[in-house]
């Protein structure tokens, strides 16, 4: 029996699955979380062979008395994994530490993390990226400006989502960005692309090929999301294109990702850009070598009537998968704000589209600066039923 070492596996709340599918497969799943085991859920209970809590995540130290912990009492450990964006790093560190080689190690951290260094692989497959500039001092970004013009878009070179992002559109908000960015951080600074995000999202084996690929569009920049308490809104295609298909297959080599899940983020052109393409054409914006956050496992799920955790499970366990998809749809997310008057209420939404519901609950905390206070999912056979169901929940008074 291989061990295997999920961290943090009851958060976000459906990666119990991952280790559910597991535990299935004949692996020896060993849980690390801040959160008492009394408190977990029954599911996460019973997809766990053992459950070890420490008083914080963050705490390294503790973390690492964990790990050494399950190698005394079960050995070898073949597998250490959270599939969560904020512990990437901590993965890596733990692996490295303790010599488990499937997975990133600490030398590929700056290419995965690092928005900066995403760009020369995202250039070796062949992929434009936008201009960009290392944040130092005033004067060195009105020079960038002088380059690309406003607007500009000013990010954390290592961060997750849209924390503290930043639209710079003039010279005075210029100047409230040197205020208010964090000291200490290295920022990037882009110039803003009108487009479309699409992503790649893939299930890739030990050779670097896909087991399992489908892709998300989001109509709505995460960044105006969070920073005007927008409506959240995204969508599981129907059908990969074939050029995302292409830009995903080609950042996956590039990158040389094997035996992971992934969200590879480009954006579709909405005008001509003479130094990057013409109108709908695919360029870069960032790779994320873990699942798309969220509901989005369990969307790729309804939209394809397939199980992604076992896909995962199955590529982890025997680095292949016989699991077939079934009719495929869209799938619809909506995340709505509280304290925003919108046209159709709860009642109305259920009546309408109830027939087309797949979920709809509460936003963990955590996640609902940028995925919206409630979510509702439903699946769509055309695009036209997508739109309208978008017209109707997304209206307010």
């Known amino acids: 029996m291989r061990n295997v070492i999920f961290l943090s596996p009851n958060f976000p709340t459906n990666y119990w699955m991952f280790c559910k599918q ?37 705490n390294y130290d503790e973390v690492y008395r964990a790990v050494a912990f399950f190698i005394y009492k079960h050995g070898k450990i073949d597998w250490l994994e959270s599939n969560n964006e904020y512990w990437l790093e901590r993965d890596a560190h733990l692996r490295t530490e303790f010599h488990i080689t499937t997975g990133f ?23 434009p990226v936008a201009r960009h500039h290392m944040v130092d001092k005033l004067e060195g970004a009105l020079e960038f400006i002088q380059e690309v013009g406003y607007p500009v878009v000013a990010k ?44 790649y999202d893939a299930i890739i084996d030990s050779k670097g090929q896909p087991l399992f690929e489908t892709g998300n569009v989001t109509p709505l920049s995460i960044m105006d999301v969070v920073n005007n308490n927008d409506s959240s809104i995204f969508y599981i295609r129907k059908e990969l294109p074939e050029d995302v298909r292409k830009a995903g297959r080609a950042t996956v080599e590039s990158f040389n990702v094997k035996s992971r899940f992934v969200h590879f983020e480009f954006f ?26 969220g509901v ?59 027939n087309c519901m797949r979920m709809n609950e ?36």
């Open 156 to 199: 954390p070179d290592n961060g997750v989502g849209a924390s503290h992002t930043f639209k710079i559109s003039n010279d005075d908000e210029m100047n409230k960005f040197f205020a208010e960015k964090w000291e200490g951080i290295q920022y990037i600074m882009e110039e803003f692309i009108d487009g479309e995000v699409n992503s």
């Open 22 to 58: 597991l535990k299935d497969n004949g692996m020896n799943v060993l849980g690390i979380g801040d959160q008492p085991y009394d408190q977990l859920s029954d599911n996460l209970k019973g997809a766990l062979n053992e459950y070890f809590c420490v008083s914080s995540l963050e």
């Open 296 to 354: 989005t496992p369990d969307m790729i799920n309804f939209a394809h009537s397939t199980d992604v955790y076992k896909i995962w499970a199955d590529m982890i366990a025997f680095d292949r998968s016989t699991k077939e998809e079934g009719k495929h749809a869209y799938c619809a997310f909506i995340g709505r704000r509280d304290g925003k008057n919108y046209v159709m209420k709860h009642e109305d939404i259920m009546a309408k589209y109830g």
């Open 105 to 127: 190690q600490v030398e590929d951290i700056p290419r995965i993390k690092y928005k900066s260094k995403m760009k020369e692989f995202y250039i070796k497959a062949g992929i």
């Open 268 to 293: 579709r052109l909405l005008k001509d850009y003479p130094h990057l393409g013409k109108k709908g054409d695919v360029i870069a914006l960032e790779v994320n070598m873990r699942p798309s956050g």
């Open 362 to 397: 509460p936003v963990a905390r955590a996640l609902s600066g940028a995925m919206g206070d409630y979510m509702y999912l439903a699946t769509f056979d055309t695009e036209e039923q997508l739109n309208q169901y978008y017209e109707d929940t997304s209206k307010c008074w």
